[in-house]
């Protein structure tokens, strides 16, 4: 008899649900080898740098990838753990907590972590999970403050994905979540578990990613949505106005961005006499370059260098369980109406 072709599956197979969990990324291993083609992937994102490809282009190639990757290489050395990048160990602890935590309260939901730029790639997970039979997925991204540079970057990656299939999953992102109280209260928290510790600082300095002042003027909420995560951090730490101040760091290039600068602000803390400051990082939820080596070392330094006597500076949220749990609350949040448990799970009792 004639071989008979296995059937198409049917259009109404049970739906499988997935949230790719999406952080920036970071080089394979701390050598500017590795580091020249993330930092070319990254600073070549149109979404990254608003400079006509003409124009930039030869600046990238010809100038800043011939000298910056030994210079960030050195950095990332100084930071690099046995298990490798800590941004890269924390976003994949926290997928798989962020699963199990969701399985814990009967979701039966598949979880993957991605990089915008780096491995693994937002592409290429996505390929994982179309191949696993994921019909919904949520993107869930490790950027609580919405901004043009970052997250509308990771939805462009998963819209250029999406360009190529014949069948698309259907898709939800969340663009933000500053405002979230759980967020705030998993933030709150790190902050008060610290001082129970260490005690209380004279100031406490909430420094967050700085973007270009020109993305503001043309309406990215950014900036707006870091001073609402400060002011609502501030409210429930009980903090008056005195007692805390926000800076921006990061800072790349010759153009003006989001002041006041990180380091300049903790130069004149020092030189103002300030015995003590405490620095939290409220816009990264997993450590990473710019938090262990920006701040904790070189933001230190400046501090100390300039007259300060202690400089204390507080994890971000990475593995904490008042993370975790606002992770998953968010993430079922965005999931209602998907089809997360089993049959017998929503039947009526």
Known sequence: MPSVSPAPAAANDRERVAVLWCNLGTPDEPTAAAVRPYLAEFLGDARVVEIPKAVWAPILYGIILRTRPAKSAAKYASIWTPDGSPLKVWTQKQAKLLAGWLGERGHRVTVREAMRYGQPAIAAQLDALQAEGATRILVLQ???????????????????????????????????????????????????????????????????????????????????????????????????????????????????????????????????????????????????????????????????????????????LNDSPAWIDALCALAERHLSGWPTRDEAQNRPR
């Open 142 to 316: 490790a950027y609580p403050q919405y901004s043009g540079t970052t997250t509308a970057s990771v939805i462009d990656a998963v819209n250029a994905w999406s360009a190529r299939q014949r069948r698309v999953p259907e898709f939800r992102f969340v663009n933000d979540y500053h405002d979230d109280l759980l967020y705030i209260e998993a933030l709150a928290r790190s902050v008060e578990a610290h001082w129970k510790r260490e005690g209380r600082p004279d100031r406490l300095l909430l420094s967050f990613h700085g973007i270009p002042e020109r993305n503001i003027r043309l309406g990215d909420p950014y900036q707006a949505q870091c001073l609402s995560t400060a002011r609502l951090l501030a409210a429930r730490l009980g903090l008056e106005d005195a007692q805390y101040q926000v800076s921006f760091q990061s800072r790349f290039g010759r153009a003006k961005w989001l002041e006041p600068y990180t380091e300049p602000t903790l130069r004149a803390l020092g030189r103002a006499g300030l015995a003590r400051v405490d620095v939290l990082c409220p816009g990264f939820p997993a450590d990473c370059l710019e938090t262990l080596e920006e701040i904790a070392m070189e933001g230190r330094d400046a501090f100390l260098q300039s007259g300060g006597k202690e400089f204390r500076y507080i994890p971000c």
